[in-house]
């Protein structure tokens, strides 16, 4: 069965420093990966995916995710965080044949002055 | 501006009734998604339609509606045989294929 896990429910990192959220997942085909950002009492917004080709993928804000197929991870990174990246973080990975998205359990992210 | 609209942004209702979540999209998305969110459990896809007039379950539709008559409209009906309806709605699109889902800024229901 397909499945995305996010090992960590909280991540604290101080302002300035470089910050990376996990995503492990299985999948039995090629995996297409999606990362997600909300802010509190909001909808979610996109950041970045994967789908084929460099496994350096850059996204908004800053963000990019690294794709490791040979770990099966798609942790997302940014070199130097800010306060307001603050926020819960959300992977994702496309479950064929229906296309229908499986979530991770988010990881809040929280961002030190 | 193109996106989601859901409303309201708040909703409270004694158990037993049923309530209606709006939500509308003007992206000319063809696939539309409902999704319940509760704390540290992400989220759960509740029904999802494709195209207009046509719709699925998702993982959880028990308890729940849904009608696909306009392409930009998916309105959520929350019924009293939800056992469990406090949640926070979040209602999506999308184009096709690979695409990203645009979120609308979801719905807290309060059911006492």
Same mark, same amino acid.
């Given at each position: 069965? #397909?499945? %995305?896990?996010?090992?960590?429910?909280?991540?604290?990192?101080?302002?300035?420093?470089?910050? *990376?959220?996990?995503?492990?997942?299985?999948?039995?085909?090629?995996?297409?990966?999606?990362?997600?950002?909300?802010?509190?009492?909001?909808g979610l917004?996109?950041?970045?995916?994967?789908?084929?080709?460099?496994?350096?993928?850059? =996204?908004? +804000?800053?963000?990019?995710?690294?794709?490791?197929?040979?770990? *099966?991870?798609?942790?997302? @990174?940014?070199?130097?965080?800010?306060?307001?990246?603050?926020?819960?973080?959300?992977?994702?990975?496309?479950?064929?044949?229906?296309?229908?998205?499986?979530? =991770?359990? =988010?990881?809040?992210?929280?961002?030190?002055? | 501006?193109? =996106?989601i609209? #859901?409303?309201?942004? +708040?909703?409270?209702?004694?158990?037993?009734?049923?309530?209606?979540?709006?939500?509308?999209?003007?992206?000319?998305?063809?696939?539309m998604y409902w999704y319940?969110?509760?704390?540290? #459990?992400?989220?759960?896809?509740?029904? +999802?339609?494709?195209?207009?007039?046509?719709?699925?379950?998702?993982?959880?539709?028990?308890?729940?509606? %849904?009608?696909?008559? @306009? @392409?930009?409209?998916?309105?959520?009906? %929350? *019924?009293?045989?939800?056992?469990?309806?406090?949640?926070?709605?979040l209602c999506a699109s999308s184009?096709?294929? +690979?695409?990203?889902l645009h979120f609308g800024?979801?719905?807290?229901? *309060? %059911?006492?």
């Amino acid at each position: 069965a #397909q499945s %995305v896990a996010q090992p960590e429910d909280q991540v604290n990192v101080a302002e300035g420093n470089p910050l *990376t959220v996990k995503c492990t997942y299985s999948v039995s085909g090629n995996p297409y990966l999606f990362w997600y950002v909300q802010y509190p009492n909001r909808g979610l917004q996109f950041l970045l995916k994967y789908i084929t080709g460099d496994n350096l993928v850059k =996204g908004s +804000y800053g963000f990019e995710a690294e794709f490791n197929k040979s770990q *099966t991870s798609f942790h997302l @990174k940014k070199p130097s965080a800010l306060v307001s990246d603050s926020a819960l973080y959300f992977c994702a990975v496309r479950d064929l044949p229906n296309y229908q998205l499986i979530w =991770g359990a =988010g990881t809040k992210l929280i961002i030190k002055p | 501006d193109g =996106g989601i609209t #859901q409303s309201p942004k +708040y909703l409270f209702r004694k158990e037993g009734q049923n309530v209606t979540l709006s939500c509308e999209q003007n992206l000319n998305h063809d696939a539309m998604y409902w999704y319940r969110q509760d704390p540290g #459990q992400g989220l759960r896809l509740i029904y +999802y339609s494709q195209i207009v007039n046509d719709f699925q379950k998702g993982d959880i539709a028990e308890g729940y509606s %849904v009608s696909r008559e @306009k @392409k930009e409209s998916f309105p959520l009906t %929350v *019924t009293s045989a939800q056992k469990n309806p406090t949640a926070f709605y979040l209602c999506a699109s999308s184009s096709e294929g +690979y695409s990203p889902l645009h979120f609308g800024n979801g719905t807290r229901l *309060t %059911v006492t």
